[in-house]
């Protein structure tokens, strides 16, 4: 630890972008406070404020190697917790348009832990630093400044349990309060302009119920995922919960408003109607645990605050108050991660870095998952936007891979290593890849057959 930088920093929201944050922060501040209207300490069930929650995610193979770097030791405390890692093809049955990649291990660690679990885990973990100190169960009302608005000097908050209003001052305030900030109206409020916003709508819901089995079609693996294409748009994340062997979490996912029924008579029809039949035989004698509960996601979203001519002083966003991904391709918590580790690379460097610096190189952390996931869901044909000749020859050319690695392992691993941001996507399209592709496809794919290029659960 260098010089520290200030007294306080303050942390807006308990989001898994703000755990990672706080992380790098304790390293530059004396102190550094979080703010959340959730009840936080030791909770592990899924919270009011973040309904997604509630359904399947997964850490992608990048963000699980910025989890481990930052906290040493994660992985094997939550093996300890009963959260078994598998690797990420050889563990894991992914199909496509009804068929299996063929698998093969890619040496990337996949952890099949809930939301809420990986939540409390990084949560322990970041309790545990000495410059951490948690508010949680307050309401934040919003932002202070100098008189000017040029800078901003803490957030106005209240307690949950209180009628009163307070001021946290600090050095430097970080929004990491995820798709709902309130920064735009922030900004307006003190003169300044409201980003503009890129949106891919997509329609999308999550379903999701949890059953115990009476027989076990995972065997030694850890998941089965039916991916959803645009030639069979429906798709599941299906995997053993930690702790009892026989626990599942199955959530189903519809686009473009063909959502997954929650009664439970229209969820098994779902079920029942992926192109994987080995899930809808592995639930319809099985236990339900619950009753099935959904989430609507109606658009992917960009802020671009890299473009904004003008910003206060001393703060930063950060995490899917920047950008919120389509959830099923996982990305938004390994895009928080990279982008936690570009803030500590500006902090390295002795002051609190200029916005205008800080949200270019964000929008670097940002920008390959943004398009492969935006140039993914306009495989569509229901998706408004742009399709360039190279979005449609990109997605033309997945399609054809996603079907040549139910042959090869090595096209599975190629494609799975991109999906988790570990190679970036021109990996794919190197000579002896696109060698492989095109030599045992015919030249002419199956009508509306393409796929996105990712596809984990999560955010």
Not at 22 to 32: F, I
Not at 302 to 307: C, F, I, L, Q
Not at 374 to 401: F, H, K
Request: aromatic letters at 6%; proline letters at 8%; charged letters at 25%.
């Amino acid at each position: 630890m260098g010089e520290l930088l200030g007294d306080r920093a303050l942390l807006l929201g308990g989001s898994m972008a703000a755990l990672l944050t706080a992380r790098v922060l304790a390293d530059h501040y004396k102190e550094v406070v979080l703010v959340d209207r959730d009840e936080l300490t030791g909770v592990a069930e899924p919270r009011r404020s973040v309904p997604q929650g509630r359904h399947a995610h997964g850490l992608l193979g990048k963000g699980q190697q910025i989890f481990e770097r930052q906290f040493p030791g994660l992985q094997a405390e939550m093996r300890t917790a009963g959260v078994t890692p598998g690797d990420v093809n050889a563990d894991i049955r992914w199909y496509f348009n009804g068929r299996r990649l063929k698998p093969g291990r890619s040496g990337l660690v996949s952890i099949p832990a809930t939301r809420p679990v990986l939540e409390y885990h990084l949560r322990g973990r970041v309790q545990a630093i000495d410059a951490v100190r948690l508010r949680d169960r307050t309401d934040i009302i919003g932002l202070t400044s100098t008189a000017d608005g040029t800078r901003i000097t803490g957030a106005r908050v209240r307690a949950r349990d209180s009628d009163t209003e307070e001021v946290i001052e600090a050095d430097l305030v970080v929004d990491a309060t995820g798709r709902g900030s309130r920064t735009p109206a922030w900004l307006h409020e003190l003169g300044y302009d409201r980003p503009e916003e890129d949106r891919v709508k997509i329609g999308l819901a999550y379903t999701t119920r949890h059953y115990r089995l009476n027989s076990d079609p995972l065997g030694s693996d850890i998941a089965i995922i039916p991916v959803a294409t645009p030639a069979m748009p429906r798709g599941a994340f299906f995997y053993r919960l930690p702790g009892d062997g026989n626990r599942i979490e199955l959530s189903l996912t519809g686009i473009l408003g063909d959502h997954p029924p929650t009664d439970p008579d229209g969820f098994l029809e779902f079920v029942k109607s992926l192109p994987v039949r080995t899930v809808y035989e592995a639930i319809r004698d099985a236990e339900p645990i619950d009753d099935p509960v959904t989430h609507q996601f109606p658009a992917s979203m960009r802020r671009r605050y890299d473009k904004l001519p003008r910003f206060p002083e001393n703060y930063l966003v950060i995490g899917d108050a920047v950008c919120s991904f389509n959830p099923v391709y996982g990305q938004g918590m390994t895009a928080a991660a990279l982008e936690s580790l570009t803030l500590q690379r500006h902090l390295a460097n002795g002051a609190v870095p200029a916005a205008a610096d800080y949200f270019r190189d964000i929008a670097r952390d940002i920008a390959a998952p943004w398009d492969v996931s935006a140039a993914s869901d306009l495989g569509y044909a229901g998706v408004e936007g742009r399709r360039t000749p190279r979005i449609r020859l990109v997605n033309a050319y997945l399609g054809r891979l996603q079907r040549a690695a139910v042959h090869d392992a090595a096209l599975t691993n190629a494609f799975l290593r991109t999906a988790a941001l570990v190679d970036p996507p021109q990996r794919l399209f190197r000579p002896n890849t696109m060698f492989k592709v095109l030599r045992r496809l015919p030249a002419r794919p199956p009508a509306g057959v393409s796929a996105p290029l990712a596809a984990q659960p999560g955010r």
